[in-house]
């Protein structure tokens, strides 16, 4: 599976709504790989984001890569060595 970019609105960050966004829109991309004929589901989930070692000046204001790993690290994701940039 792949997440895209999401962001929560600043008003209503630190309430658990970008936690249970993440975790339907996970849920959806399970349920669409078994709808697909894959029994267990997808074996993982890749998540798009900016270098947080290298954050990008161009980042709109309040847009924190590091923020961001932090995110899906509390909910279990890792990093994984994959040099990659985007087209």
Known sequence: ????????????RQQGVGRQMAERRVKALQDRARACGHAKG????????????R?????????????????????GARVLPIDYVQP
């Open 1 to 12: 599976g792949w997440l895209c970019y999401s962001v929560t609105h600043p008003d209503f």
């Open 55 to 75: 954050p990008d000046k161009l980042l709109p204001p309040g847009v924190d890569p590091a923020a961001r790993l932090r995110f899906y690290q509390k909910m």
């Open 42 to 53: 997808m074996d993982g989930v890749f998540v798009e984001m900016n270098d947080p070692v």
